[in-house]
Structure formats: structure tokens, C-alpha cells
């Protein structure tokens, strides 16, 4: 955003400060996004199927209801990505022991190949970033990237946070 901005003139930003942050996101999310969306487009596979295969990764097990709960997307448009993904070869879905109506999601060896190339390019797009930037604005970011969640969300990002999953 060009110049240094002090904690106590944070309180008064203007409204071509909030653009210029604004478009920062967009444009960091695109370079984010830029690898993983290649990879993608060689097996005809959208960001949707990228968001899955993170967040099965996370939490292996996790339930067809709580990954729609996670992605905050239709059960339409999450049974056509997991569909894709199980015929592929890089999802399971098992039977729940708890509760047989419950479908529990795994990913295969295949998979987790495929999940830890995509996460390879943004931890690496991340981790310069970090190290460019310094310990005190990561920390920042994140609490700024917090500050704008609404409240669900936040609450199960922080407890994916908690749990590791």
C-alpha cells in the first residue's frame, strides 16, 4: 500500500486506503490461488475439488455434513465435487462405524499426493511472504484476516485451529 501507516492513524483510514487493502486481497489471493489452479486445470478440477481435498486432508474422517458445514457450500455442489473426486481415486468414502447413515471421508494415497502439491506452492508463496514481512506483521495478518470473519466462521476456524484438524 506504498506508505507506512501508524497503529493510532489505523483508526482513520480513508476510504482509498480501504480501496487500495481492498484490492490488495484480491490481488494476493490471486497470486494464492495461481499454482494451485494450474495444477487443477490439468485434471479438469475447480477450486472446489482444491478445498476439499485440503480440508479431508485436515481432518480425516470428517463427515460429508461437517465438510458442507466447512465449505459453506450446497450438498448439490459438494456431492458432484466428492463424486468426481471417489470415481478418481483420491477420496474414500466409508461407511461411519458410529452411525452407518454417515459417510466418512478419507483421502487415498493419491490423494494426499495430489493435496500436499497443491499446499506445497501456497505454504511456499506463504512462507516468503512471512519471511520477508517479519514476525510481528504475520501476527497482524492473521489478526486482521480474524477480524473480518463473521462469527461462525471464526468460531470453526479457531477450532480447527485448536484441534489440528
Same mark, same amino acid.
Given at each position: !500500500? *506504498?506508505?507506512?501507516?501508524?497503529?493510532?492513524?489505523?483508526? $482513520?483510514?480513508?476510504?482509498?486506503?480501504?480501496?487500495? %487493502?481492498?484490492?490488495?486481497?484480491?490481488?494476493?489471493?490471486?497470486?494464492? #490461488?495461481?499454482? @494451485?489452479?494450474?495444477?487443477?486445470?490439468? !485434471?479438469? $478440477?475447480?477450486?472446489?475439488?482444491?478445498?476439499?481435498?485440503? &480440508?479431508? +486432508?485436515?481432518? @480425516?474422517?470428517?463427515?460429508?455434513?461437517?465438510?458442507?458445514?466447512?465449505? *459453506?457450500?450446497? /450438498?448439490?455442489?459438494? +456431492?458432484?465435487?466428492?463424486?468426481?473426486?471417489?470415481? =478418481? *481415486?483420491?477420496?474414500?468414502?466409508?461407511? *461411519? +462405524?458410529?452411525?452407518?447413515?454417515?459417510?466418512?471421508?478419507?483421502? #487415498?494415497?493419491?490423494? /494426499?499426493?495430489?493435496?500436499?502439491?497443491?499446499?506445497?506452492?501456497?505454504?511456499?508463496?506463504?512462507?516468503?511472504? &512471512?519471511? =520477508?514481512?517479519? @514476525?510481528? =506483521?504475520?501476527? %497482524? &495478518?492473521?489478526?486482521?484476516?480474524?477480524? !473480518? !470473519?463473521?462469527?461462525?466462521? /471464526?468460531?470453526? $476456524?479457531?477450532?480447527?485451529?485448536?484441534?489440528?484438524?
Amino acid at each position: !500500500m *506504498g506508505e507506512a501507516i501508524s497503529s493510532e492513524s489505523l483508526l $482513520y483510514l480513508t476510504d482509498e486506503q480501504l480501496r487500495q %487493502g481492498i484490492e490488495a486481497m484480491y490481488f494476493a489471493y490471486r497470486g494464492f #490461488t495461481a499454482d @494451485p489452479d494450474r495444477i487443477l486445470a490439468t !485434471m479438469a $478440477y475447480g477450486r472446489a475439488h482444491h478445498r476439499a481435498v485440503h &480440508f479431508i +486432508n485436515r481432518a @480425516p474422517g470428517t463427515t460429508v455434513t461437517n465438510l458442507l458445514v466447512i465449505l *459453506g457450500v450446497t /450438498k448439490q455442489s459438494l +456431492n458432484r465435487v466428492l463424486r468426481t473426486l471417489i470415481e =478418481d *481415486g483420491l477420496v474414500e468414502s466409508r461407511v *461411519g +462405524n458410529a452411525d452407518r447413515r454417515e459417510r466418512n471421508l478419507y483421502l #487415498t494415497e493419491a490423494g /494426499k499426493a495430489l493435496e500436499n502439491r497443491l499446499s506445497d506452492a501456497q505454504r511456499a508463496r506463504m512462507r516468503a511472504a &512471512f519471511r =520477508d514481512t517479519g @514476525p510481528e =506483521d504475520v501476527a %497482524g &495478518f492473521r489478526r486482521v484476516l480474524e477480524a !473480518m !470473519m463473521d462469527t461462525e466462521l /471464526k468460531r470453526q $476456524y479457531l477450532s480447527l485451529r485448536e484441534t489440528g484438524h
